[in-house]
């Protein structure tokens, strides 16, 4: 009897912490907003928003459709607003405009939602392509005067790929640098189409990446 007890404690131990441990991902409705684009910020770009709830409780404002990368990680686009009140304007109010931000990668099991600080990533200009846990996307130098072309891996501390491929145009639309890189399986490899210049393709394995060698210098 002592023993089908015992049993019956470690089973309903066992199940507490499972619940204890699931978290509720999902996203709320999604609300259209206006997007300024250019440098000078007289264009606008109708998006939408979607709010990011982990157990109820709001995390971020997402935008785009997500990607699954494990059974158990996803990766989404962030959204945010912020103020854009002058310190000399006549009425204190907020005036909220929205933006996009860096990627976030989101775990299922703990509900812990981190920002991907993607290196030369542009909010703006970089449109990423994903494949398995790998990110493709054409980044801005901190000088803005330059395009690189960027492999990143979502664990690795330094891109597995990083090439110059010509200077930024400064457009009004994202793809004024470059068009979104295509993947490709077997073997896993992808390619660039910098504005201006000539398409390449880099093959990527494991934590390493190099560009084809067919592929033009």
């Known amino acids: 009897m002592r023993s089908a007890c015992f049993i019956l404690l470690v089973i309903v131990g066992i199940a507490g912490e499972a619940n204890a441990n699931t978290h509720s991902i999902t996203f709320g409705r ?5 997007l300024l684009i250019g440098p000078s910020e007289n264009k606008t770009l109708d998006i939408t928003v979607r709010p990011l709830y982990v157990d109820g409780k709001l995390k971020e404002f997402t ?3 997500p990607h699954d990368v494990t059974e158990q990680e996803f990766v989404v686009r962030r959204a945010y607003r912020i103020n854009d009140v002058l310190p000399d304007d006549p009425h204190k109010n907020a005036r909220w405009l929205w933006e996009r931000g860096n990627w976030l990668v989101v775990n299922r099991v703990s509900g812990k939602v ?6 030369d990533f542009d909010p703006f200009y970089s449109e990423v392509s994903w494949y398995r846990d790998y990110a493709a996307y054409c980044g801005v130098t901190s000088s803005n005067d ?7 891996e979502i664990a ?3 891109p597995l790929f990083r090439k110059t491929v010509g200077q930024s145009k400064g457009g009004d639309t994202s793809d004024s640098n470059c068009l979104p890189p295509r993947w490709e399986r077997q073997p896993p490899r992808v390619t660039f189409f910098p504005v ?9 394995s494991g934590h390493f990446a190099d560009q084809a060698e067919d592929s033009d210098e």
């Open 114 to 119: 981190m920002v991907l600080n993607f290196p």
């Open 196 to 204: 201006g210049s000539d398409q390449f393709t880099v093959n990527v």
């Open 30 to 34: 999604a609300l259209p907003v206006k």
């Open 63 to 65: 935008t785009g459709n």
């Open 146 to 152: 330059r395009v690189v072309a960027v492999v990143v």
């Open 156 to 158: 690795g501390k330094k």
